[in-house]
């Protein structure tokens, strides 16, 4: 028996209307029943081409599918990691404790020291992509990495534990070209305790970190 198991689109763990006003209900809705679920489409459908091609059904331009899926894959695993990174305001918003808080403190100085670099990060991606707040897993470290679309220049390895969009279908309806004030506003969603649970998750499980030890802090 030859297959691969199908990607699904996973339900938000919240209302298209909750991140208001920040992000309006007709941006997350778009965003996910249509853009998500496209990414998920492709990355389905580039594995039933290699399929076929496994079983002898079909040619097929193994480059190119590995690209396609490289892609889609790409922006289902990014949009996956990002709706549950937000919580609705109240929830969201305000400043990581635990992990996160110390971690960020150790390597950046302070809060608004990573806040002013992740936030020039995003604003800064050529055309469309992400910025990603990552852990390295050589050292066990945060990294902030751009990724362009969805997939290029992501570093081998990384682990991303809070993500933001910032291809246009994530803000223009709202915000038109004014994607810095996106990005400004973002901060009042992000899901601190979601990106904390992420940073455990990363660090404990030792089955995606070559690190042996978690850093040691202070
Ligand atoms: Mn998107």
Redesign the pocket.
């Known amino acids: 028996m030859v297959g691969f198991a199908r990607y699904q689109l996973p339900e938000l763990p919240y209302k298209y209307g909750d991140l208001e006003p920040y992000i309006i209900e007709e941006i997350m809705k778009l965003?996910h029943q249509k853009?998500?679920a496209g990414?998920v489409k492709g990355a389905n459908a580039a594995l039933e081409k290699l399929e076929k091609h496994l079983k002898g059904e079909a040619e097929i331009d193994v480059r190119a599918v590995l690209r396609d899926f490289s892609f889609h894959y790409g922006?289902h695993i990014?949009?996956t990691i990002?709706w549950p990174n937000m919580a609705p305001p109240g929830k969201g918003g305000g400043t990581p404790g635990g992990r996160v808080a110390d971690l960020i403190e150790k390597q950046f100085g302070s809060f608004e020291a990573f806040k002013k670099l992740f936030s020039a990060a995003a604003k800064t991606v050529e055309g469309v992509g992400w910025a990603v707040l990552a852990v390295d897993p050589l050292t066990g470290e945060l990294r902030i990495l751009q990724v362009e679309k969805h997939n290029l220049l992501m570093t081998a390895g990384h682990i991303p534990i809070l993500v933001i969009?910032v291809?246009e279908?994530?803000y223009y309806l709202q915000y038109k070209n004014d994607r810095g004030s996106y990005v400004e506003n973002w901060w009042n969603v992000v899901n601190w305790d979601d990106v904390e649970k992420r940073l455990e998750t990363a660090l404990n499980s030792g089955k995606a970190l070559y690190v042996p030890e978690p850093p040691k802090l202070g």
């Open positions: 965003h853009h998500h990414y922006g990014m949009h990002f969009d291809w279908h994530a």
